[in-house]
Each structure stands twice: as C-alpha cells, then as structure tokens.
C-alpha cells in the first residue's frame, strides 16, 4: 500500500477483471461480462486471478478462471473476444463451441465477435465439464495432491 492505496499486486483479482471490462467500454467488455457472469454461475467453486502481466498486454494481464486447475482465460483482442480452455482437446463439445486453437493437442478455444450469440446452456456445460476434468486429474495423481491457484 503507498500513500493508502493499494499497490496493482494488492488489488483483488475481481477488482482488476472489473476495471478491465470497464477499460474496454465496447461490445467486448459486454461480451467478457456475461462471459465471465456464465463461468461463475456455473461452478460455485470457480477461483478468479489475472495471471501473465507483461508489456504486451500493457500490464493488464490475462483474466484466468480456475477449479482444480486452469478451465479457461478471458483474452480481448480487437475483433475477437476468445475464452481459451486450457485442457479443451480432452472435452466433450457436443455442440461444437469450440471454433479457434483446434490443431494443438491441448487448449482449444471459443472465438466471440461483434454481434455473436451465446449458446449460454453449451457454454456453461462445457465450463462444467472442464471443472470435472481437472478434478478427476487431480485425483488420479498421486496422494491427490492439489496445486493451489496462486493470486497475482
């Protein structure tokens, strides 16, 4: 804290993704909102961080939501709002959400644009589904051990 007000590193990761909508003032602030509304309506468990600050992302760093491990980050870009599930190629996407990253072996992403619906009940079942994986990971390693979600 400096003069009374929190240094960047004190201010609650909730805080920095709202300043960050806020920041955007446009359709993708609107988007990463209901995005991010969707991702803690869906498991109550959910843990808020910002994580990779760096200047190329002018020190903002990247919105991460995580249970038992990353399920996905919220990055903006300028005509695309991309929710990137970090263990997305080992899901279910019965719907097919899944539009961007799809050659890796391990992240697969949701590209939103301008104007785009939300298949709100695909979404939240695929935040589900990656929540239950990196439990079901957890647990299969040894002694069960849980990685604790670092704060910024």
Request: charged share 25%; net charge neutral; hydrophobic share 40%.
């Given at each position: 804290?400096?003069?009374?007000?929190?240094?960047?590193?004190?201010?609650?990761?909730?805080?920095?993704?709202?300043?960050?909508?806020?920041?955007?003032?446009?359709?993708?602030?609107?988007?990463?909102?209901?995005?991010?509304?969707?991702?803690?309506?869906?498991?109550?468990?959910?843990?808020?961080?910002?994580?990779?600050?760096?200047?190329?992302?002018?020190?903002?760093?990247?919105?991460?939501?995580?249970?038992?491990?990353?399920?996905?980050?919220?990055?903006?870009?300028?005509?695309?709002?991309?929710?990137?599930?970090?263990?997305?190629?080992?899901?279910?996407?019965?719907?097919?959400?899944?539009?961007?990253?799809?050659?890796?072996?391990?992240?697969?992403?949701?590209?939103?644009?301008?104007?785009?619906?939300?298949?709100?009940?695909?979404?939240?079942?695929?935040?589900?589904?990656?929540?239950?994986?990196?439990?079901?990971?957890?647990?299969?390693?040894?002694?069960?051990?849980?990685?604790k979600p670092e704060s910024i």
């Open positions: 804290m400096t003069n009374g007000v929190l240094d960047e590193g004190e201010i609650p990761p909730a805080q920095l993704i709202d300043a960050r909508i806020r920041e955007l003032g446009d359709w993708r602030g609107q988007m990463l909102a209901r995005l991010r509304t969707l991702i803690l309506e869906a498991d109550s468990e959910v843990v808020e961080e910002v994580k990779w600050k760096k200047p190329s992302n002018a020190m903002r760093g990247v919105p991460v939501w995580s249970h038992a491990g990353i399920i996905c980050t919220g990055e903006t870009y300028k005509n695309t709002v991309k929710l990137t599930f970090a263990k997305g190629a080992s899901l279910e996407d019965p719907s097919g959400l899944f539009n961007s990253s799809l050659k890796g072996n391990t992240r697969r992403a949701v590209d939103f644009h301008e104007g785009d619906m939300i298949d709100e009940e695909a979404l939240t079942a695929l935040i589900r589904a990656a929540a239950a994986f990196n439990i079901s990971a957890q647990a299969a390693r040894p002694g069960g051990s849980r990685k």
